[in-house]
């Protein structure tokens, strides 16, 4: 077969698509055993199928150790074609999905915590209730977390509450959300409708920990007006600060996502310090990465959502 320009075309790039992926499972588990289990064929069949490709290429593309095998450096380059033409492969096909009307597979999105009780649940249930063929996969994490993930292409889609200027991550969409101070309708503050950093130290306190947006926010201001606070709990879990301040009467923090009441039953009051009221919720995707349709197709139902926050 002849290429662009009449040039004869290697035998390997002739390949069907399955040989691709043992190749890729191959080098993902380490060990061709390990990939045929994973695969649900026979180790024996898999090996042939790596050295009939080997002697294609014309090298080896794997190393044989003891115990598995290591991509060879001409294994290294022809791993790196045979990503790029499975993912290239998963496009079209995701994209004649859509042509044909068949929206489905699995949106993969990370996301700020702040999300998961009311937004993105009410998100992902309205979406599914449209498209029941479109599973989705959450991961909830600090920003530092779901922004690797986002550009290692573990998810499509992050929702979080950082202001990265990282030129690899694009925004899709952004709102302006404010850092919250968590009571219950009980304490004496639940009837405020604004409150200062400085007058939560009166009250049993939980703080998010330094992997969240909100505690570097919350750091800026404390340090600016020399406050201290004496946290009586630190967490990484949003839930866990609200059950410690439900159980304590005290008080936790929280971005408030939308004009409904928080899920917990806690009061949402806003925090008044200017530092505290430029937090934002943003919507990311990594730049230059075509998202497959049914990724595409929810980001555009939450940016309507971001236009009714």
Known sequence: MRGAGGADLPSWRLQPPTIFSYLDAVAHHGSIRKA?????????ALNRRVLDLEAEVGSPLFERLPRGVRATAAGELLLAYVRRSLKELRLVEAQIDGLRGLVHG?????VAESVTGRMLPDAIAEYHGRH???GFSV?????KEIAAALLRDKVELILTHEHSEDPEMVVLAETFQPLCVLVTP????????????????AYPIAMPDETLAARAL???CLRRHSIRFEPALVSNSIETTKMFARASNGLCFSFHIGKKPDVSGMISIPLSDPELQQASLRLASRRGRV????AASF???????FDDL
């Open 139 to 143: 991961r909830v994490g600090g920003p």
């Open 36 to 44: 045929a289990e994973a695969l649900h064929i026979a180790s024996s």
């Open 218 to 220: 919350m750091d800026l």
């Open 106 to 110: 699995r949106v993969h999105i990370a």
């Open 186 to 201: 009980e304490h004496p503050l639940s009837s405020r409708t604004q409150v200062r950093l400085s007058e939560c130290v």
């Open 299 to 305: 980001a555009e139902q939450l940016i309507s959502v």
């Open 132 to 134: 029941p063929g479109v």
């Open 291 to 294: 998202l497959p349709v049914a």
